[in-house]
């Protein structure tokens, strides 16, 4: 399985405001997936992206893949106390069937 | 709604006995796989079904069995538990890697 380094490690903000969370890799991905684990669950997928240098937003919630396939970053405005939760990228490469996951980011927003 | 349905959601065990874990899809997915998590880490693969064709991590213990019967459910049995398999047991499926995964909500288990 490919590296995914994930930064920072633990993001606590105030409501209102805005972060980003980042999913470095020296390796090429077929595609990224972001995913979202609130304590005492599954994961969740949140987005899939495919395309060099796409771009997804979903809500207030804005996904980016790296024109080179290798790393890729969620963005969140005006954050909110239910986005709080443990954030996952995940990679995929061309036949594989598995997923290599970065360590993922604690986000807790404080209302 | 198709879905991934663990049981149980919480399993208490004694050190040293027999556990088993039980995951079911109504997603008629291809590929189910079995991870480890603990603490907020990142989750772990344990092993991974093809169809029925079984795939185990070269660092999974020994200790840790699968069986998949059908193309629904498959059991994740742990011999001897001991008090470092203590976690959350994430059961997931997927028609394959760049369609994303599809995880149940957990097993929590304890060992005392």
Not at chain 1, 4 to 24: A, D, H, K, M, R
Not at chain 2, 15 to 20: D, I, Q, S
Request: charged share 15%; net charge neutral; proline share 4%.
């Amino acid at each position: 399985t490919q590296l995914l380094e994930q930064s920072p490690q633990f993001l606590s903000i105030q409501e209102g405001e805005n972060l980003t969370v980042y999913c470095n890799s020296s390796s090429v991905f077929s595609s990224l997936q972001w995913y979202r684990q609130e304590p005492g669950e599954g994961p969740v997928l949140l987005v899939t992206v495919v395309t060099g240098g796409e771009v997804k937003k979903l809500k207030r919630l804005t996904f980016q893949f790296g024109d080179a396939r290798k790393d890729s970053s969620l963005h969140i405005t005006a954050a909110q106390p239910g986005d709080t939760g443990l954030y996952l990228c995940a990679g995929a490469v061309w036949d594989d069937y598995k997923l290599s996951f970065g360590a993922g980011t604690t986000v807790t927003v404080r209302a | 709604d198709a879905m991934v349905i663990q049981n149980p959601r919480y399993q208490v065990t004694q050190f040293g006995k027999p556990v088993t874990l039980s995951c079911s899809q109504t997603l008629n997915h291809n590929v189910m796989y079995w991870y480890q998590q603990k603490s907020s880490q990142a989750p772990k693969l344990l092993f991974h079904y093809y169809d029925k064709d079984f795939n185990n991590e070269a660092d999974t213990p020994d200790n840790f069995q699968s069986r998949r019967p059908n193309t629904s459910f498959c059991f994740l049995d742990i011999r001897s538990p001991g008090l470092g398999d203590a976690a959350m047991y994430l059961c997931a499926t997927s028609r394959g890697g760049d369609y994303g995964y599809t995880f149940g909500s957990g097993t929590r288990l304890t060992v005392v």
